[in-house]
């Protein structure tokens, strides 16, 4: 059973304790926080927070916000926490101001020795203090109240501010005593013991300043047993932490983190034009320059009637000053011309915003995290919010050792940067998209536990894979990694793991579906600073043991395994021409031979062996037309297997069949006659091989099919006008470039 709320029990707190009652991450807040220090000169200020974070607050002169209180678990670095902080956090400012006054400041909420890595409890409804208060005072939208009630206050007498909100909370908490869990009972007994603990050790003001929601809690003192009855039995780990960068991104309740606002940005930039009092004008401005930077229409003149129209509307609504609501209607109207486009681009910029905060060289930071700020330096390769494009030459040292490290930390979960393979750039040359996220901290803090630099942590990853791997597919893929990492011990631990997979492995396909990575790992091993020939033994081991085994892979198979089947003859092929010797690629002919002249092999992968050896020049036209013919005549067979062949035949350019008459008229001619039950069958796989098509080639076929059917009166004997309609559709959508 949960223990009961305390609230309003027992003895009142002394008249020099001050309860400032915030909104995380308020600019109002943050001003009534600022003023309210002021005046009431504290002997010590008290904030909520993880106490585990009062050994970093000496380094606050070294940090420039929004930064990160990072707290984690020793034993498991995984288990972590951040604890964000902006400018205009009220929490930043009641440190600022302690640290500039030489005024303790101590975080007094439950400790993160008690939270981290913990199952995660039921789910429950919660109450919405704020939306109940809005309601209350007549708004549908929360955060319009407050914003009219605190954000908008300047100048209001903070400590008034304070009672008042506290006021509106004790109610609240007295209505829906039910609702507050068992967590948040813990939170502030701690809270309150904190709070005895600061009332013992001095004699002047304390001031506290922890969310609205908890001020009841702390407006009267229970016993000092009954506190203590509720913490018992917290569990207790070692903890450590640091400050790591965040951003405004990351402070948006989008970003996932709960005590997150909508609009970081606008709230940045009231407290920036706090003392000025030209918040609107300046936001105008700003969002005029942002549009002509994207070479967008927004002169000074909109900006100033984009101004006058946050007024009226604000006037309008009977708010104290436009809210972002109204300067988000006037954008809307003047700036953007009533098109949502270019307000999404305002949103992210300015909205949301981009800034990144700042960590000094003094905060300490786990070693690993330390050798990737080291490399990120020595590169002239710095962590940035928005995404980046970049052309890695590897034969320049900086940019190769630059795509090094991307992959190490790609081994590490820190996917810093992505890999862009959709440009062809040959072997010397990389695309990288590369973006930086403030949450990675989590993931490096995780990783420090495999060692103290990026080169050793991912090696000793690298290593664990190949020892844990268990199949030909991902022993290649570890030592395609290895090899893209330049890491020699753990290139050597996967190929001795490939060897080992390779000599258990019986199914020729999953020999055969390694040797893409593998060809690509040899073609660029030496790039990379590895004896190509190292790789191209196993390549050649794994493609003989393939080939062998490959025609009877085949015969007798399902759908499903056809399709794997095909797949890996594919990729078989490709890899036998980019990395295999001319042996090698005989053995891979003779192969792909012997699946051809297979009886009851499935003819998805059948057509296919028939398609790449007539373009390798291995099967002319006659041998070709007359495998087709035998396939579609299907005497004794099935037209799904007719139609598995065709399909198989298809996948892959269509250059070749539409230059080759012969071919091509033996395909229509078949797919002419089919009856309309199987021309319905035969569509899903026709579709499917026709989709690597290009456009350009689906036009080129689909003219040859209407001339063929012009030509030759398709629409005869077995078709009826519903099956023509149905052709029809599909030569149309092959012209259109797209299937049918």
Same mark, same amino acid.
């Given at each position: 059973?949960?223990?009961?709320?305390?609230v309003?029990?027992?003895?009142?707190?002394p008249?020099?304790?001050?309860?400032?009652?915030?909104?995380?991450?308020?600019?109002?807040?943050?001003?009534?926080?600022?003023?309210?220090?002021e005046?009431?000169?504290?002997?010590?200020?008290?904030i909520?927070?993880?106490?585990e974070?009062?050994?970093l607050?000496?380094?606050?002169?070294?940090?420039?916000?929004?930064v990160?209180?990072?707290?984690? #678990?020793?034993?498991?670095?995984?288990?972590?926490?951040?604890?964000p902080?902006?400018?205009?956090s009220?929490e930043?400012?009641?440190?600022?101001?302690?640290?500039?006054n030489?005024?303790?400041?101590?975080?007094?909420?439950?400790?993160?020795?008690?939270s981290?890595?913990?199952?995660?409890?039921?789910?429950?409804?919660v109450?919405?203090?704020?939306?109940?208060?809005a309601?209350?005072?007549?708004?549908d939208?929360?955060?319009?109240?407050w914003?009219?009630?605190?954000?908008?206050?300047?100048?209001?007498?903070?400590?008034?501010l304070?009672?008042?909100?506290?006021?509106?909370?004790?109610?609240?908490?007295e209505?829906?005593?039910?609702e507050?869990?068992?967590?948040t009972?813990?939170?502030?007994a701690?809270?309150r013991?904190?709070?005895?603990?600061?009332?013992?050790?001095?004699?002047?003001?304390?001031?506290?300043?922890?969310?609205?929601?908890h001020?009841?809690?702390?407006?009267?003192?229970?016993?000092?047993?009954?506190?203590?009855?509720?913490?018992?039995?917290?569990?207790?780990?070692?903890v450590?932490?640091?400050?790591?960068?965040?951003?405004?991104?990351?402070?948006a309740s989008s970003?996932?983190?709960?005590?997150?606002? #909508?609009?970081?940005?606008w709230?940045?930039?009231?407290?920036e034009c706090?003392?000025?009092g030209?918040?609107v004008?300046?936001?105008?401005?700003r969002?005029?320059?942002?549009?002509?930077?994207?070479?967008?229409?927004?002169?000074?003149?909109?900006?100033?009637?984009?101004v006058?129209?946050?007024?009226?509307?604000?006037?309008?609504?009977g708010?104290?000053?436009?809210?972002?609501s109204?300067v988000?209607?006037?954008?809307?109207?003047?700036?953007c011309?009533?098109?949502e486009?270019?307000?999404?681009?305002?949103?992210?910029?300015?909205?949301?915003?981009?800034?990144l905060g700042?960590?000094?060289?003094g905060?300490?930071?786990?070693p690993?995290?330390?050798?990737?700020?080291r490399?990120?330096?020595?590169?002239?390769?710095?962590?940035s919010?928005e995404?980046?494009p970049?052309?890695?030459?590897?034969r320049?040292?900086?940019?190769?050792?630059r795509?090094?490290?991307?992959?190490r930390?790609?081994?590490?979960?820190?996917?810093?940067?992505?890999?862009?393979?959709?440009?062809?750039?040959?072997?010397?040359?990389?695309?990288?998209?590369?973006?930086?996220?403030?949450?990675?901290?989590?993931?490096?803090?995780?990783?420090?536990?495999?060692?103290?630099?990026?080169?050793?942590?991912a090696?000793?990853?690298?290593?664990q894979?190949?020892?844990?791997?268990?199949?030909?597919?991902?022993a290649?893929?570890?030592?395609?990694?290895a090899?893209?990492c330049?890491l020699?011990?753990?290139?050597?631990a996967?190929?001795?793991?490939?060897?080992?997979?390779?000599?258990?492995a019986?199914?020729?396909?999953?020999?055969?579906?390694?040797?893409?990575?593998?060809?690509?790992?040899?073609?660029y091993?030496?790039v990379?600073?590895?004896?190509?020939e190292?790789?191209?033994v196993?390549?050649?081991?794994?493609?003989a043991?393939?080939?062998?085994?490959l025609p009877?892979?085949?015969k007798?198979v399902d759908?499903?395994?056809?399709?794997?089947?095909?797949?890996?003859?594919?990729?078989?092929?490709?890899?036998?021409r980019?990395?295999?010797?001319?042996?090698?690629?005989?053995?891979?002919?003779?192969?792909?031979?012997?699946?051809?002249?297979?009886?009851?092999?499935?003819?998805l992968?059948t057509?296919?062996a028939?398609?790449?050896?007539?373009?390798?020049?291995?099967?002319?036209?006659?041998?070709?037309?007359?495998?087709?013919?035998?396939?579609?005549?299907?005497n004794?067979?099935?037209?799904?297997?007719?139609?598995?062949?065709?399909?198989g035949?298809?996948?892959?350019s269509?250059?070749?069949?539409?230059a080759?008459?012969?071919?091509?008229?033996?395909v229509?001619?078949?797919?002419?006659?089919?009856?309309?039950?199987?021309f319905?069958?035969?569509?899903?796989?026709?579709r499917?091989?026709?989709?690597?098509f290009?456009?350009?080639?689906?036009r080129?076929?689909?003219d040859r099919?209407l001339g063929?059917s012009?030509?030759s009166?398709?629409?005869?004997?077995?078709?009826?006008?519903?099956?023509?309609e149905?052709?029809a559709?599909?030569?149309?959508?092959?012209l259109?470039?797209?299937?049918a």
């Amino acid at each position: 059973m949960a223990p009961r709320d305390p609230v309003g029990r027992d003895r009142a707190l002394p008249d020099r304790v001050v309860l400032l009652g915030i909104r995380h991450h308020g600019p109002g807040s943050a001003r009534m926080v600022a003023a309210a220090l002021e005046a009431v000169r504290p002997e010590v200020v008290l904030i909520e927070g993880p106490p585990e974070g009062d050994a970093l607050l000496e380094h606050l002169p070294s940090l420039v916000p929004p930064v990160a209180l990072l707290l984690h #678990d020793e034993a498991e670095p995984s288990a972590a926490a951040f604890w964000p902080f902006a400018e205009f956090s009220p929490e930043w400012r009641a440190l600022t101001w302690a640290r500039a006054n030489a005024v303790p400041a101590r975080f007094f909420d439950l400790p993160a020795a008690a939270s981290l890595g913990a199952e995660p409890s039921e789910p429950r409804a919660v109450v919405d203090p704020l939306g109940v208060l809005a309601e209350a005072a007549g708004f549908d939208d929360p955060e319009r109240w407050w914003e009219d009630v605190v954000e908008h206050s300047a100048g209001a007498d903070p400590r008034a501010l304070a009672g008042a909100v506290a006021e509106a909370m004790t109610a609240l908490r007295e209505e829906f005593a039910d609702e507050v869990d068992e967590r948040t009972l813990r939170r502030e007994a701690h809270m309150r013991q904190s709070l005895r603990k600061a009332l013992k050790e001095t004699e002047g003001p304390v001031v506290v300043v922890c969310g609205a929601w908890h001020v009841p809690a702390l407006g009267a003192l229970p016993p000092a047993t009954a506190d203590a009855a509720l913490l018992k039995g917290l569990p207790k780990r070692k903890v450590s932490g640091t400050w790591v960068p965040w951003s405004h991104g990351r402070l948006a309740s989008s970003s996932g983190y709960g005590a997150g606002v #909508d609009s970081p940005g606008w709230y940045a930039h009231l407290w920036e034009c706090a003392e000025r009092g030209d918040a609107v004008p300046r936001w105008f401005a700003r969002a005029a320059s942002v549009l002509r930077a994207e070479d967008l229409p927004a002169s000074t003149a909109s900006a100033v009637e984009a101004v006058r129209l946050a007024d009226t509307l604000a006037a309008l609504r009977g708010r104290p000053s436009p809210g972002l609501s109204e300067v988000s209607e006037a954008a809307l109207a003047v700036l953007c011309g009533g098109d949502e486009v270019p307000l999404r681009l305002v949103h992210e910029k300015l909205v949301i915003g981009e800034r990144l905060g700042e960590v000094g060289e003094g905060v300490p930071r786990s070693p690993l995290a330390a050798d990737v700020a080291r490399w990120q330096r020595k590169l002239r390769f710095p962590p940035s919010l928005e995404g980046k494009p970049y052309r890695l030459d590897l034969r320049k040292d900086n940019e190769r050792e630059r795509s090094k490290l991307l992959r190490r930390l790609e081994v590490l979960g820190v996917p810093w940067g992505r890999p862009d393979t959709t440009s062809s750039l040959g072997t010397f040359a990389e695309m990288w998209q590369v973006r930086w996220d403030p949450g990675f901290a989590v993931a490096l803090g995780g990783a420090a536990r495999h060692g103290t630099t990026v080169e050793a942590a991912a090696d000793r990853v690298l290593c664990q894979r190949a020892r844990d791997a268990d199949r030909v597919a991902p022993a290649a893929e570890v030592l395609s990694t290895a090899v893209g990492c330049e890491l020699p011990i753990a290139v050597l631990a996967a190929r001795s793991a490939l060897d080992r997979c390779a000599a258990a492995a019986t199914d020729a396909v999953e020999l055969l579906g390694a040797l893409p990575d593998l060809a690509t790992t040899v073609r660029y091993g030496s790039v990379r600073g590895t004896d190509p020939e190292l790789l191209r033994v196993a390549l050649h081991g794994l493609l003989a043991r393939g080939a062998v085994g490959l025609p009877l892979a085949c015969k007798g198979v399902d759908d499903e395994t056809a399709e794997r089947a095909l797949v890996a003859v594919n990729g078989a092929d490709d890899a036998a021409r980019l990395a295999a010797d001319e042996e090698h690629q005989a053995v891979w002919r003779r192969a792909l031979r012997s699946l051809v002249g297979m009886p009851d092999a499935h003819g998805l992968p059948t057509g296919r062996a028939t398609r790449l050896l007539w373009e390798a020049g291995e099967l002319d036209t006659a041998a070709v037309a007359a495998r087709l013919h035998r396939a579609t005549s299907w005497n004794g067979g099935t037209a799904s297997g007719a139609t598995a062949f065709v399909s198989g035949f298809l996948r892959g350019s269509a250059s070749l069949l539409a230059a080759d008459a012969r071919l091509f008229d033996l395909v229509d001619e078949w797919l002419s006659g089919l009856a309309p039950a199987d021309f319905d069958d035969a569509l899903p796989l026709l579709r499917k091989a026709i989709s690597d098509f290009s456009p350009a080639e689906r036009r080129l076929l689909g003219d040859r099919v209407l001339g063929s059917s012009a030509s030759s009166g398709v629409v005869s004997g077995e078709w009826d006008e519903a099956v023509a309609e149905r052709l029809a559709a599909h030569v149309r959508a092959l012209l259109a470039g797209v299937s049918a």
